[in-house]
């Protein structure tokens, strides 16, 4: 939406076209007029709920994952098809991996180039799961589904006409993979006016966690919090709060966030009043790729935030003193107290970072890059 809606603040005709489903959902009444006046809106319902039988018939009669078989649609591709017969496009950007199976239609209808946002490497997020998995039949499934999608993954490369990754390392990945395309790597950008610190006290000492929850290295991480740092945390510091909020929670981890006495929230009305009212962010994560947006956004409200190496992955960071890494559970119990024990060292890093964020991360001087990298292929 922030590339979106900068491109036509810039004067291009934007269409933008919405696979809803069942866990992403939009109501187009309620977007912002700033949004819906300036871009052309289309939805398609599309249900992409996991399901045993189609699941058993993919797992033996197919190669492809699951999980990507899964956003294959006749009525996205015929509402695609509509919009592009209907408008002469110059670029048409496919938001992440599970849209590239639609560039033979696009190649049939359009002469426009094709540029594939990578979101991040998707085999890497589900070879970690793998990894993790403790259960036999769960781990040789999930190894299955990570063969198929690093496959799939490794099928796509040049398919597209310009490759527009978010961090260095995915791109580093997909050069590794063959890519022989133009790339122009374009960090996850804010809108700074949306995303800014108010003149609010934070709760202090407080400590807060808020992404979602359905995605898998989150859960991993907030569970290793849990278990390993929380625990010896909340008994040298029992007054500390730590509050969790993020949507769509499987029962088993609602379950352990329900029973670990902390002050789960579930999906919170608004975002920024949330974090603006907690003070200490952390960010615990392993695995993945791509880039953080949650990590940039509490920066641009002065967050002080604690997260791992792979957690600020992306993140120019160094030499600021903008944000606290740990990679054990050890170096987050020590950072946590020494940001909680310390208010002035907590301001310092939080002010830091929304300096940082303001200079590195504005969404209008990332976008004006990208669209002279698009000007650069598709005219002359």
């Known amino acids: 939406m922030n590339l979106a809606n900068e491109f036509s603040a810039r004067g291009h005709e934007v269409t933008l076209l919405a696979m809803l489903t069942p866990k992403h959902q939009l109501d187009l009444s309620s977007v912002p007029d700033m949004f819906s006046n300036k871009i052309t809106f289309s939805t398609v319902r599309v249900d992409t709920t996991p399901a045993i039988i189609p699941m058993v018939v993919n797992l033996l009669f197919s190669r492809k994952p699951y999980i990507a078989q899964r956003f294959i649609s006749q009525a996205f591709e015929k509402k695609l098809t509509e919009i592009i017969t209907s408008t002469d496009f110059d670029i048409i950007q496919l938001e992440g991996l599970y849209l590239v199976p639609y560039i033979p239609a696009i190649r049939k209808l359009s002469n426009a180039k094709i540029a594939f946002r990578a979101h991040n490497i998707e085999f890497k997020i589900w070879k970690r799961q793998r990894d993790q998995t403790k259960n036999l039949i769960k781990k040789a499934y999930i190894h299955i589904l990570y063969s198929r999608l690093k496959r799939f993954e490794k099928s796509i490369i040049n398919t597209y006409d310009l490759l527009v990754p978010i961090t260095d390392r995915d791109n580093n990945i997909f050069s590794k993979l063959g890519n022989r395309k133009p790339v122009h790597i374009v960090p ?129 960071f160094k030499g600021h003193n903008c944000i606290a890494i740990a990679n054990s559970a050890e170096e987050f119990i020590i950072t946590m107290e020494k940001l909680l024990d310390n208010r002035s060292i907590f301001q310092e890093i939080g002010e830091n970072a929304g300096k940082f964020v303001r200079e590195k991360y504005d969404n209008k001087k990332i976008v004006a890059g990208l669209l002279n990298f698009y000007i650069q292929y598709t005219t002359g």
């Open 188 to 316: 996850a950008g804010i809108n700074i006016k949306a995303w800014h610190a108010k003149k609010t006290d934070p709760e202090y000492p407080s400590v807060f966690f808020i992404g979602s929850l359905d995605w898998i290295p989150n859960q991993e991480g907030l569970t290793w919090f849990l278990d390993h740092v929380w625990m010896p945390v909340k008994k040298k510091h029992p007054k500390w709060p730590f509050y969790v909020a993020g949507r769509n929670a499987p029962r088993w981890l609602e379950k352990k966030l329900l029973q670990s006495k902390i002050d789960y929230l579930g999906e919170v009305n608004d975002a920024n009043i949330f974090m603006e009212s907690k003070a200490l962010m952390v960010v615990p994560l392993f695995s993945g790729s791509g880039m953080r947006v949650k990590i940039i956004e509490g920066m641009a409200m002065n967050k002080t935030i604690v997260t791992t190496g792979m957690g600020a992955e992306g993140i120019d």
